[in-house]
């Protein structure tokens, strides 16, 4: 068994995902190394908590999805191992807290869980869950070098993690289809669409109720939606880059109306009311934000991110809304742009 340097600790929330070790590649750390890494939702301990305080813990059975975003009821545990060629644990490490190298396993440990999070998000679509810095585990977290056996099991020096779980069994989790997709996204380096991420930001703000970031937000998705399109249509066409970048700097409603309306074969425009309510209450909305201090309601920045789902939705098929017990599939926009056998 070879060994491998190991950190333990808790996320402030809890994934829904099955227990178990998973396999993750993060190309920032490297591109051929895998990382693995043992998830366990736990029950925190010693808390006296009236659930029925907090709204939808009863009507949905899982009401700590929806309400707990500060890992009050329920947390994950996670145990990470570094192979030798990503991080070499040094003896100062070894019999330290304030080693070398501390600097460098708590960056390589953020930089996972956030891989591990922004697939999670995108899958499951819970806009719940933030990203987490260093300092949010800085200060709960256990390490030593280690051996994993065939069974799972770990031999090694672990410092303890200076915090008790109760681990159980019974937290509803998402289906096998939600854990089996997570799992397979892990070992690709295949990156999620930006747009898709600040989509699922925008909800998070509108979460934790900051209406005018949800709609700044929302607009700045819809704007990255629009030139990622025409970027990756010029691409194809043989433009070279400054060709792209003065499109680009159009100005995105003349590249919705001279290029994306082209490349996706829509029409995006004044005559439909979708584009107009885009128009009115989303990117308005942002503008007055942005330019003119204005106070977004909770409804105007529910409106204006439901305005840009029916926009993708309208574009490029993107659903709106989807259960949580399905998943949902990777939209490829490419297989909405409009072949075009012209050169222009």
Not at 56 to 68: I, S, T
Not at 279 to 303: F, S
Request: hydrophobic content about 35%; aromatic content about 12%.
């Amino acid at each position: 068994m070879s060994e491998s340097t190991c950190i333990i600790g808790q996320l402030p929330f809890c994934l829904y995902l099955e227990d178990a070790w998973y396999t993750i590649l993060v190309p920032e750390l490297s591109n051929s190394e895998t990382i693995e890494v043992k998830l366990t939702k736990f029950r925190r301990p010693k808390e006296k908590i009236d659930y029925k305080s907090f709204w939808g813990a009863e009507h949905v059975g899982r009401g700590e999805l929806w309400n707990d975003k500060n890992g009050t009821f329920r947390r994950t545990e996670f145990v990470i191992l570094f192979p030798p060629s990503i991080i070499v644990l040094g003896q100062s490490l070894q019999n330290s807290y304030f080693g070398d190298d501390v600097d460098r396993i708590i960056d390589c440990t953020v930089t996972v869980l956030n891989r591990l999070i922004r697939i999670y998000r995108y899958v499951t679509q819970d806009t719940y869950i933030p990203f987490i810095d260093k300092t949010e585990i800085w200060n709960s977290f256990s390490y030593g070098v280690v051996s994993r056996s065939s069974e799972g099991q770990l031999q090694g020096n672990i410092r303890n993690a200076g915090y008790d779980v109760n681990l159980v069994n019974t937290i509803q989790e998402y289906d096998h289809n939600i854990h089996h997709q997570i799992s397979q996204m892990l070992i690709t380096e295949d990156k999620i669409p930006l747009y898709e991420e600040l989509l699922i930001s925008a909800r998070y703000y509108l979460s934790i109720s900051n209406w005018r970031m949800a709609c700044v937000e929302i607009q700045t998705c819809f704007e990255v939606f629009v030139s990622e399109i025409v970027r990756e249509y010029y691409v194809k066409k043989g433009k070279t880059l400054n060709q792209i970048t003065n499109i680009l700097d159009c100005g995105l409603k003349n590249l919705i109306k001279d290029h994306m309306n082209k490349v996706l074969s829509k029409q995006f425009d004044t005559n439909n009311p979708i584009y107009n309510d885009w128009l009115n209450k989303t990117y308005n909305i942002r503008n007055k934000i942005v330019h003119e201090g204005y106070q977004v309601a909770y409804e105007e920045a529910i409106e204006s991110i439901l305005a840009v789902e029916e926009s993708l939705e309208y574009l490029i098929q993107r659903p709106k809304q989807k259960s949580w017990t399905k998943g949902r599939p990777i939209v490829n926009v490419n297989e909405f742009i409009v072949p075009d056998n012209n050169n222009s």
